[in-house]
């Protein structure tokens, strides 16, 4: 199924091509495994400070990083979703059946 392309029909009638959903599902299933991963760090966070025992408390120093990196991770993944939609958008606004340029023009009151 890899490198196949299909269409996929949207709640508006509008296609999207197969490639691009697969992205799509493929970067938010990246980010639901970070913010799986981030869960259990914030609860591995949580059970040390309550510990309050000091190796513990110097070893959420590392998990504290890792969380901020991973928080950067999904922030970037989000970035290149909201790219990648927005090209979409573009190129299938481009393919308009009728031809037409589909800009309305606002007139001023």
Do not use: W
């Not at 939609?85 to 299938?92: E, H």
């Amino acid at each position: 199924m890899e490198g196949d392309t299909f269409s996929v029909l949207g709640n508006n009638g509008t296609q999207i091509d197969g490639k691009v959903f697969q992205t799509f599902q493929k970067s938010f299933v990246q980010v639901q495994n970070i913010l799986d991963q981030n869960r259990l760090l914030i609860n591995e966070i949580n059970q040390n400070h309550e510990s309050k025992i000091p190796d513990n408390l110097s070893r959420n120093v590392g998990l504290i990083r890792e969380l901020n990196n991973n928080i950067r991770r999904v922030v970037d993944l989000y970035a290149d979703l909201s790219c990648s939609f927005t090209k979409s958008v573009d190129a299938s606004s481009e393919g308009d059946s009728s031809g037409k340029a589909t800009h309305k023009r606002n007139k001023p009151l």
